[in-house]
């Protein structure tokens, strides 16, 4: 076993400016669930903390599909968003949210913030108007 010592004179660490640096760019990642047709996850690296994004989700609706997006962390809290799928990218604020405290601890978790965010997207079997929440 390697003492910690040596191990670094093998290993040389580098310290200072530019070591660390992380990204500067949006991606967007859209997964699509296997098992129901018009559900994804839409993962969202926000490292250019942009407000809003525009998310593709061409692959996941067809055009006339009523849909909602929500917030992973607080299924229960606003929809992110919802209406009539028209074929364009969905803008999508990226606005942290509180998530709701787990039963037994009294002070709120912390969110991801605007760096990064997952939302549901999904298909509303309701044509009679959008879906509310919270």
């Known amino acids: 076993m390697l ?3 040596r191990a670094q004179r093998r290993v040389p660490l580098r310290s200072g400016p530019g070591v660390l640096r992380l990204p500067h760019r949006v991606k967007i990642v859209v997964r699509p669930n296997d098992y129901e047709p018009g559900r994804a996850n839409i993962i969202v690296y926000n490292w250019a903390q942009q407000s809003a994004v525009s998310v593709d989700v061409s692959g996941i609706l067809k055009r006339g599909d009523h849909y909602v997006v929500q917030n992973a962390e607080d299924f229960c809290g606003p929809l992110t968003a919802s209406g009539i799928y028209t074929g364009r990218p969905l803008e999508l604020p990226m606005v942290g949210v509180r998530p709701p405290s787990p039963v037994g601890i009294a002070h709120g978790s912390v969110s991801a913030g605007h760096r990064a965010d997952l ?4 298909p509303h079997e309701d044509k009679a108007g959008p879906l509310h929440t919270g």
């Open 119 to 122: 939302q549901r997207v999904r």
């Open 3 to 5: 003492r910690y010592a």
